[in-house]
């Protein structure tokens, strides 16, 4: 597989439910990140990894947990949710985070999201 | 408070016609991207335009960053149905580097009709 694959595609989960998303890169990069994509609100960047340790948590409430046990790799735990937490959850990655020149994050197909 | 604007947030046109759709922020950005999301996927990046005053070609698509670097354009000619998406505009405000976070709009939702 090539460039940066998400599972699962669509998920549906009650508020009670624990379940994770996986993310995961082929590209050989060293940054990782999260995002949120709601309907008529611009994409939220939620976490951001560089070689594996957490750089960046843009207030995300503690019931997103996010793990990156490994450059290639990317979770989200997801915990007692409420539904509006409904959204596309994208995963993406770039060589560097904050390197010496623009990079291009390259997004994965994201996991559509539903809380009931 | 939104810092990228994008407008119009819906375009509907025929298949041949022009357009341009646009990125407005009062903000100084040291780099700007714009992607394309088809529905079901992921952006993916159409071109980073990083001097004020910066135009880049990609086919029938021409960009063009402002000279403060505070907005951008981007020009569609002889729009194609393969061309329908949503266009997000994402600055990054890092100076003197890549980005670190990038601030991204809300998009146009442009649907073009054989």
């Known amino acids: 597989e090539t460039g940066v694959t998400q599972t699962p595609r669509h998920l549906v989960m009650g508020m009670t439910n624990k379940k994770s998303l996986k993310c995961e890169q082929h590209l050989g990069h060293n940054a990782m990140y999260w995002y949120k994509q709601s309907a008529k609100k611009p994409l939220e960047l939620m976490f951001v990894?560089?070689?594996?340790?957490?750089?960046e948590n843009n207030s995300v409430p503690s019931r997103f947990s996010p793990e990156c046990p490994n450059s290639s790799h990317l979770f989200l735990h997801l915990h007692t949710l409420q539904p509006e937490d409904s959204a596309l959850y994208l995963c993406?990655?770039?060589?560097?985070?904050?390197?010496?020149?623009?990079?291009?994050?390259?997004f994965g197909p994201g996991t559509r999201l539903t809380v009931l | 408070t939104q810092l990228l604007e994008q407008s119009p947030q819906f375009l509907s046109i025929q298949e041949g016609e022009n357009l341009t759709v646009y990125c407005n922020s009062s903000?100084?950005?040291?780099?700007l991207q714009w992607y394309r999301q088809e529905p079901g996927e992921g952006p993916v990046l159409l071109v980073t335009v990083v001097t004020g005053g910066e135009v880049k070609k990609l086919k029938r698509l021409t960009f063009q960053f402002g000279d403060a670097r505070k907005d951008s354009s981007l020009h569609i000619t002889a729009a194609q149905p393969g061309d329908t998406g949503l266009y997000l505009c994402a600055g990054d405000m890092n100076y003197g580097g890549s980005q670190g976070n990038l601030i991204f709009g809300k998009g146009t939702k442009l649907s073009v009709k054989p």
């Open positions: 993406a990655s770039s060589q560097e985070w904050r390197g010496a020149s623009p990079d291009t994050q390259y």
């Open positions: 903000s100084v950005f040291s780099s």
């Open positions: 990894y560089s070689l594996e340790e957490r750089v």
